[in-house]
């Protein structure tokens, strides 16, 4: 059974930045595609980015050069930086994982993926 284990969350001020890692237990797919999603209080679950594992990434345009996800595959993990945090950021933060690479546009979607775990809080205070 996959697991995937989200961490590095907290409360930060706007302008202020975190790093998310994901890590990935039992998952040794060669080809497979993790994604980043978040869900504020009271709204829907929004992708914020993905990555294969040719390292293709895709962002969502609020976060687009601000964040940026990485892979360390010697690690099973994958990092979500986030940098210019916004309170519109806050949100808890979740990743997810599939052993294929979805339709590039649809890596974004959170019914392309398979595995989720159970996730992390980002808080951005103004």
């Known amino acids: 059974q996959v697991q995937l284990a989200e961490s590095g969350g907290g409360s930060v001020q706007s302008g202020g930045s975190l790093r998310l890692a994901c890590t990935a237990s039992t998952f040794t797919y060669r080809t497979y595609c993790m994604g980043w999603f978040r869900q504020a209080p009271g709204k829907g679950r929004e992708g914020v980015a993905a990555?294969?594992?040719?390292?293709?990434?895709t962002y969502a345009d609020s976060v687009r050069n601000r964040f940026t996800i990485s892979q360390d595959n010697s690690k099973n993990t994958v990092y979500l930086q986030m940098n210019g945090l916004k309170p519109e950021d806050t949100a808890m933060y979740y990743c997810?994982?599939?052993?294929?690479?979805?339709?590039?546009?649809?890596?974004?979607?959170?019914?392309?993926?398979?595995?989720w775990g159970q996730g992390t809080q980002v808080t951005v205070s103004s």
């Open positions: 997810a994982a599939v052993p294929w690479w979805p339709q590039y546009n649809f890596r974004l979607r959170d019914y392309a993926y398979k595995y």
């Open positions: 990555i294969a594992s040719d390292g293709v990434t």
